[in-house]
């Protein structure tokens, strides 16, 4: 997956330079005068890696991250700074930041710490896939399936199903054989990652 770098900079030479370090290393990036500029721009852009510059007119970087952060948008941040202080950096790592660099940047320092950024992205990717997954198999059973995949998640037995439900046991199985069936998995380890997958965010 290549997901896009975000560089917002005032200084044409520092967005000039990183943006050809970070083609040539094979990345997507793609860079912002200001970040009034980056902010018009945001409904358009796809979720990927941001760079700030800490000390801009208008906008500071760490206004920026805080603004972002109070739309909702969480992604991996790296501020950079030619003026670095401990405050500065305590308040961008409080605003999420995942690294924070001085000026004249190094080079590997920026291309690791963007590389473990994508890493977080691809992650929450995979967890927002699996959790839609899920909750579309959950989609497919009837209450009463439903009913019983949330006890199997509870670890309870199929006596202890057939009990709470007022059912038989027979019966119980014969529900459980239904949801393996439209899961693909009988087992009762995956059929409890499926219920938990499906409740993730809710």
């Given at each position: 997956?290549?997901?896009?770098?975000?560089?917002?900079?005032?200084?044409?030479?520092?967005?000039?330079?990183?943006?050809l370090?970070?083609q040539?290393?094979g990345?997507d990036?793609?860079?912002?005068?200001?970040?009034?500029?980056?902010?018009?721009?945001?409904?358009?852009?796809?979720?990927?890696c941001?760079?700030?510059?800490i000390?801009?007119?208008?906008?500071?970087?760490?206004?920026?991250?805080?603004?972002?952060?109070?739309?909702?948008?969480?992604?991996?941040?790296?501020?950079?700074?030619?003026?670095?202080?401990?405050?500065?950096?305590?308040?961008?790592?409080?605003?999420?930041?995942?690294?924070?660099?001085?000026?004249?940047?190094?080079?590997?320092?920026?291309?690791d710490?963007?590389?473990?950024?994508?890493a977080?992205?691809?992650?929450?990717?995979?967890?927002?896939?699996e959790?839609?997954?899920?909750?579309?198999?959950?989609?497919?059973?009837t209450?009463?399936?439903?009913?019983?995949?949330?006890?199997?998640?509870?670890?309870?037995?199929?006596?202890?199903?057939?009990?709470?439900?007022?059912?038989?046991?027979?019966?119980?199985?014969?529900?459980?054989?239904?949801?393996?069936?439209?899961?693909g998995?009988?087992?009762?380890a995956?059929?409890?990652?499926?219920?938990?997958e499906?409740?993730?965010?809710r």
């Amino acid at each position: 997956m290549s997901l896009p770098v975000y560089l917002v900079d005032d200084d044409d030479a520092v967005r000039e330079g990183l943006s050809l370090l970070l083609q040539t290393v094979g990345m997507d990036a793609r860079s912002f005068a200001a970040p009034s500029v980056f902010l018009a721009a945001l409904d358009r852009l796809e979720p990927g890696c941001l760079i700030l510059d800490i000390r801009m007119p208008q906008i500071s970087g760490l206004k920026l991250q805080e603004r972002l952060t109070e739309q909702g948008v969480d992604w991996p941040t790296i501020v950079i700074s030619g003026h670095g202080d401990i405050e500065a950096c305590r308040r961008a790592f409080r605003n999420g930041a995942i690294d924070f660099l001085s000026k004249p940047v190094d080079e590997q320092d920026l291309i690791d710490a963007l590389q473990k950024g994508h890493a977080e992205l691809e992650d929450r990717y995979r967890q927002v896939s699996e959790t839609n997954e899920a909750r579309q198999l959950v989609a497919l059973l009837t209450e009463r399936e439903i009913e019983v995949l949330e006890m199997v998640a509870k670890g309870l037995t199929t006596r202890q199903i057939a009990d709470a439900l007022a059912l038989s046991p027979r019966t119980v199985d014969s529900h459980r054989a239904a949801i393996g069936a439209k899961a693909g998995t009988s087992s009762a380890a995956e059929l409890t990652r499926l219920w938990i997958e499906a409740c993730a965010g809710r």
